[in-house]
């Protein structure tokens, strides 16, 4: 019988991914590009139809880096589970939601391991790499194979190893950014490990997978908590008039102990706005409150009102009301670059200004239909479609409002044509400096009228 050891060193090795998203899709590229036979696992039938025909849904996997792999077969994709009985490797990346109190939504993984504690065979490693709270895969995951009659260790192994994956980013990839791995076992460890390092980045291991569950955790509360910092501070600067654009810019020119963050109308997408609420939840098991995750949160929540406030400020300049303008929002994609909506401000932001009265539409060269409302802030269900950034549509808006800053959009036409517009991200800075009908978060006020 051929060892784990031969199988990963010769790419023998049957790897199982259960969910093809912006996490899984990426990932079985990367594990077919590196010689390993891939399936993937997905409950979503036009993504099976879709990958099967070499066709990517995701923006980070390219057509032509998926088509060679679909086509000799050494990537394919299925909706049937049994296959996990026949495979070596299997990697759960499915979602990890919070509910409407912010309390983590498990509800995926523990699918997920059920599906595979049916069919979990002796000599399997299974590797969580959804982010989730520190003690999932012991507390959550662990339990559930193991009703399977097998123990973790001794027939099967599992690890965690979490996913760092920066959609839109070109310079770190699934191919080489470097992996965190920790197992409920040593084996465990040091077999997940050994898997990784084959498609060629780093892997770094530590002690369990609580220590790797707590690091991916570690690195988004970092930046949530020093985003909220920014986003405080442009409050403090708007009032102050000082541009904090200016002052970020000059604190970057110091080599060491400083990095830059910036501020803007919220926190959006599959990690920051949500991983912080995994950490403080699972603290409060232990009677501790996690105040400065806490305050990050109400500050990075609370930057859509502000946002809603310097349109209503643009308009009363103009002796218009909120109720009944027309008002453009530019980019509702969570980042620039992107077509992930997930979380994004744009969504608490519009809902805001819907529930005022105004009149909303929007443009996303990435994100041709939105979802807002069916919620606390705006009871009805609202399906938008993305308008042309004609400029017939700029000139009619009341207010133009720039949420996220794609690049390829002509700021310069849209400032030019539009009555006013509110720049929560400085993608019009060099535009308002010629044109003046610019009011800029975190920046001093300006008299549009």
């Known amino acids: 019988?051929?060892?784990?050891?031969?199988?990963?060193?010769?790419?023998?090795?049957?790897?199982?991914?259960?969910?093809?998203?912006?996490?899984?899709?990426?990932?079985?590229?990367?594990?077919?590009?590196?010689?390993?036979?891939?399936?993937?696992?997905?409950v979503d039938r036009?993504?099976?139809?879709?990958?099967?025909?070499?066709?990517?849904?995701?923006?980070?996997?390219?057509?032509?880096?998926?088509?060679?792999?679909?086509?000799?077969?050494?990537?394919?994709?299925?909706?049937?589970?049994?296959?996990?009985?026949?495979?070596?490797?299997?990697?759960?990346?499915v979602p990890t939601p919070y509910d409407a109190q912010r309390a983590p939504d498990l509800s995926f993984i523990r699918s997920a391991s059920e599906s595979i504690q049916s069919r979990l065979r002796r000599g399997q490693l299974v590797v969580l790499q959804s982010t989730t709270y520190p003690g999932t895969t012991e507390e959550v995951v662990l339990p559930i194979l193991e009703k399977s009659g097998l123990k973790a260790g001794d027939d099967f192994f599992l690890g965690f190893s979490p996913e760092r994956i920066d959609p839109g980013n070109e310079q770190w990839t699934a191919y080489n950014t470097p992996k965190v791995v920790g197992g409920v076992t040593p084996e465990s460890t040091r077999l997940t490990a050994s898997l990784l390092r084959q498609m060629g980045a780093l892997v770094h291991t530590v002690s369990s997978a609580r220590a790797a569950e707590m690091s991916k955790l570690l690195e988004n509360t970092f930046r949530a908590v020093n985003i909220a910092l920014v986003n405080e501070l442009a409050l403090l600067a708007e009032r102050m008039e000082i541009d904090l654009w200016e002052v970020i810019g000059a604190a970057k020119t110091k080599p060491f102990g400083f990095m830059p963050f910036y501020p803007g109308p919220g926190v959006g997408g599959h990690c920051i706005p949500v991983d912080p609420y995994y950490l403080l939840w699972k603290a409060r098991e232990y009677d501790f409150y996690t105040k400065f995750i806490e305050l990050a949160a109400e500050v990075n929540e609370a930057m859509p009102y502000h946002v809603v406030e310097l349109v209503t400020e643009a308009l009363s300049q103009g002796g218009l009301p909120l109720k009944g303008a027309n008002v453009l929002v530019l980019g509702v994609a969570f980042k620039p670059g992107v077509d992930d909506p997930r979380n994004s401000p744009a969504k608490r932001v519009i809902e805001l200004l819907l529930s005022r009265g105004a009149m909303v539409n929007y443009h996303d060269p990435y994100?041709?239909?939105?979802?807002?409302?069916?919620?606390?802030?705006?009871?009805?269900?609202?399906?938008?479609?993305?308008?042309?950034?004609?400029?017939?549509?700029?000139?009619?808006?009341?207010?133009?409002?720039?949420?996220?800053?794609?690049?390829?959009?002509?700021?310069?036409?849209?400032?030019?044509?539009a009555v006013r517009v509110v720049d929560t991200c400085n993608a019009a800075a060099d535009v308002d400096e010629r044109l003046g009908n610019v009011s800029r978060l975190g920046a001093p006020g300006r008299d549009l009228t």
């Open 1 to 42: 019988m051929e060892s784990w050891e031969d199988k990963i060193t010769d790419r023998t090795a049957h790897v199982a991914v259960i969910g093809l998203g912006y996490v899984g899709l990426p990932l079985a590229t990367a594990f077919a590009k590196a010689g390993f036979r891939v399936t993937g696992l997905e």
């Open 46 to 93: 036009k993504k099976v139809r879709d990958i099967s025909a070499g066709k990517s849904y995701i923006p980070d996997v390219d057509d032509k880096d998926l088509v060679p792999h679909v086509e000799s077969g050494r990537l394919t994709v299925t909706l049937d589970y049994d296959v996990l009985r026949e495979l070596d490797a299997i990697f759960i990346c």
């Open 367 to 417: 994100v041709p239909r939105f979802q807002v409302g069916n919620d606390v802030f705006h009871h009805r269900s609202v399906a938008l479609e993305s308008v042309p950034l004609t400029d017939d549509e700029l000139s009619s808006a009341d207010c133009v409002v720039i949420v996220t800053g794609h690049r390829g959009v002509d700021y310069e036409r849209v400032v030019a044509q």
